[in-house]
T-cell receptor, first 111, second 114 residues
Framework: SQELEQSPQSLIVQEGKNLTINCTSSKTLYGLYWYKQKYGEGLIFLMMLQKGGEEKSHEKITAKLDEKKQQSSLHITASQPSHAGIYLCGVQGGSQGNLIFGKGTKLSVKP | NAGVMQNPRHLVRRRGQEARLRCSPM?????VYWYRQLPEEGLKFMVY????????ESGMPKERFSAEFPKEGPSILRIQQVVRGDSAAYFC????????????FGDGTRLSIL
């Protein structure tokens, strides 16, 4: 079965700094989802990437899909305390549509 | 537009009791997914349902766990004779079921077993 490895596991950055989170798949990536989870809350959908080379942005968050590397990266520019949380990447686990997730990257932003 | 609604947000049960977790999908969504999040283990798929049908229950333990999504009313995840190991956050997600549409998640139910 497909596995997703996220790096780093946790990250502490100073407010205003840029950062990158990576998600590497054990199998070919045909599409990937990024979600954010705040402590005690559910997952918030950020972006969906559907094909190799695709890049999407939402406010200060940009995600890319590199099919050849079987990897996706999530980049945050000029981080703010509101960006703090756990970032999860996910892929469809099969034709039935259930999602397989990485273990997440915990981001803390120091004011 | 109301999002995915789960209740209760927190549930405490003693060992051996039953736990019932409810999920109302987003308006217009007919597909429901249940996931469990254990500390240090990440989010794991349990079961996928459409109205009145279980499509995939490959992630659900064979015993004590059941799920339904009736024609009317919310989806229910039922855990019978709970044990300490059932303590976790249980999340429900819904989607319209069309290809490449993201799943939207509720805020989860935190189940604690005494």
């Amino acid at each position: 079965s497909q596995e997703l490895e996220q790096s780093p596991q946790s990250l502490i950055v100073q407010e205003g700094k840029n950062l990158t989170i990576n998600c590497t798949s054990s199998k070919t990536l045909y599409g990937l989802y990024w979600y954010k989870q705040k402590y005690g809350e559910g997952l918030i959908f950020l972006m969906m990437l559907q094909k190799g080379g695709e890049e999407k942005s939402h406010e200060k968050i940009t995600a890319k899909l590199d099919e050849k590397k079987q990897q996706s990266s999530l980049h945050i520019t000029a981080s703010q305390p509101s960006h703090a949380g756990i970032y999860l990447c996910g892929v469809q686990g099969g034709s039935q549509g259930n999602l397989i997730f990485g273990k997440g990257t915990k981001l803390s932003v120091k004011p | 537009n109301a999002g995915v609604m789960q209740n209760p947000r927190h549930l405490v049960r003693r060992r051996g009791q039953e736990a019932r977790l409810r999920c109302s999908p987003m308006k217009g969504h007919s597909h429901v997914y249940w996931y469990r999040q254990l500390p240090e283990e990440g989010l794991k798929f349990m079961v996928y349902l459409q109205k009145e049908n279980i499509i995939d229950e490959s992630g659900m333990p064979k015993e004590r766990f059941s799920a339904e999504f009736p024609k009317e009313g919310p989806s229910i995840l039922r855990i019978q004779q709970v044990v300490r190991g059932d303590s976790a956050a249980y999340f429900c997600a819904s989607s319209p079921g069309r290809t490449n549409q993201p799943q939207h998640f509720g805020d989860g139910t935190r189940l604690s077993i005494l």
